[in-house]
């Protein structure tokens, strides 16, 4: 032999070309094909629990929930048994890892992103306790901003879910509460009026402009025959459309509510006692504009160990309200009576969003606990679970997108090495868009 090295046969050369632009195509397959968690329960949020239970997705999409279902054989297979599967929960409201900034005020156009720092933001601790959307909010008296609501990812390339989910307002005295509301209100209209006195003026310029117009219309159809014949063209003297002066940006939340927009953001009111639910109804009553419709219809509930909330549970169930509140027990003033609001809302026809009763971590982590604590007091197990999943996700904005386990709806989940509502359950998984963004093994 000469050492030199022998030419490919022809067959080969054409084999090699044939295969080559499929190469990569696989890689691409590989890495987007289906993925498959096989649990030993699943607990859908829309009244069905299976065990076990198989969620398949694909595409950013649950495509099938079931058990014994079919899917491709090189699948991506999470093998999740002796485990519990359900939708990833999502916080209503926080301010946890937020620099801190207190606005006082009227800024609802204040976003809390300007206080949020990706680098130092921690979001493991939100993974950790299984939330895997957040609605950030920033703090102060009045008006201090909107919710903005973020998934939880370390790393995200669409960290907004919804950029403005509703307006926080915050009163934390009577006298307070009435000032903001009437100075909020009062400053939109003036807005709504400033527009107002704008669309009049124009309107008024542009109807002497059309009498002038018709006084002079034999000069000017002879300038622009005139115009014609030499070549040129005629003047056009057609009005402009009417411009409207801009809002003050801090106020177009409020002017939307004011009338009535399609897209106004609703009002959560953080009501630190029972009476100033009272005096909120009452200011609000006062806006005129407001005062024969329907009562507003979300409030945040504080943790209360005793208190008289049980005094304001008839009206807020008779208006239906949507209450944000952290689960626990109270007492009745000056007694040993126990009562558990959050159950006592339920029962009553409320719609219970349950928030953590202190806004950290250790906050966080004692939710499902809690949950536990008061389904042993009453409240049922879709209530519960739902109050941290497809109840704040509704709030939200999301309910088309997360919030249960069903086909069409994004793989956000979180699973638990028992049932959720058993003393000492552990998240074991957290998983958004489908990728196990925090695995308890990783973090031993």
């Given at each position: ?9 022809r ?28 649990a ?12 076990p ?21 090189n ?12 939708a ?9 890892g ?35 959307a ?13 919710a ?20 926080p ?27 107002e ?30 115009e ?35 897209d ?25 504009e ?29 208006r ?46 004692n ?60 998240v ?17």
């Open positions: 032999m000469d050492g030199r090295t022998q030419p490919l046969p067959w080969a050369i054409c084999l090699l070309v044939l295969l080559l632009p499929a190469l990569p195509l696989q890689a691409a397959d590989d890495a987007d094909r289906v993925t498959v968690i096989r030993s329960r699943i607990i859908t949020g829309t009244g069905e629990i299976l065990e239970g198989e969620v398949v997705y694909e595409d950013g999409k649950i495509s099938l929930v079931g058990n014994q279902l079919e899917y491709p054989e699948a991506r297979i999470i093998d999740a048994r002796g485990q519990t599967l359900m990833g929960m999502i916080l209503a409201r926080s301010s946890h937020l620099s801190a900034l207190s606005r006082n005020g009227i800024h609802c156009d204040w976003s809390p992103l300007r206080q949020l720092n990706e680098i130092e933001m921690p979001w493991s601790e939100f993974l950790e306790a299984g939330f895997v957040a609605s950030l909010v920033p703090s102060g008296s009045g008006f201090p901003g909107h903005v609501v973020v998934n939880t990812a370390p790393e995200s390339a669409d960290r907004i879910l919804n950029e403005s989910a509703f307006l307002l915050n009163g934390r005295t009577s006298s307070g509460l009435y000032a903001s509301i009437d100075k909020a209100f009062g400053n939109a209209r003036g807005e709504i009026e400033k527009v006195k704008a669309r009049e003026k124009w309107d008024k310029e542009q109807e002497e402009a059309k009498k002038k117009a018709e006084e002079e219309s034999g000069k000017k159809d002879a300038e622009a025959a005139e014609k014949k030499k070549g040129g063209e005629a003047k056009d003297d057609k009005p402009k459309e009417f411009t409207p002066p801009e809002m003050d940006p801090a106020l177009v939340e409020l002017v939307k509510i004011l009338q009535e927009e399609e106004a953001l609703p009002i959560v009111f953080d009501a630190g006692t029972p009476g100033l639910i009272l005096h909120f109804d009452a200011a609000m009553a006062k806006v005129k407001l005062k024969d419709r329907d009562p507003m219809g979300i409030f945040i509930l504080p943790s209360s160990r005793n208190g008289a909330f049980h005094q304001v549970i008839e009206l807020l169930a008779e239906k309200a949507t209450v944000l509140i952290p689960p626990g027990l109270s007492a009745f003033p000056d007694t040993y009576t126990r009562i558990s609001i959050p159950v006592a809302l339920s029962r009553a026809g409320c719609t219970l969003v349950t928030i953590p009763r202190t806004d950290n971590p250790e906050g966080m982590r939710i499902p606990g809690m949950l536990a604590e008061l389904v042993r007091y009453g409240l049922t197990r879709e209530a519960a679970i739902a109050s941290v999943t497809a109840e704040p996700a509704r709030l939200l904005g999301l309910g088309d997108r997360m919030g249960t386990v069903e086909a069409g709806k994004e793989p956000h989940f979180v699973l638990f090495d028992a049932d959720p509502l058993e003393p000492g359950a552990k074991m998984k957290t998983i958004i868009a489908g990728e196990v963004v925090w695995d308890r093994e990783d973090n031993r």
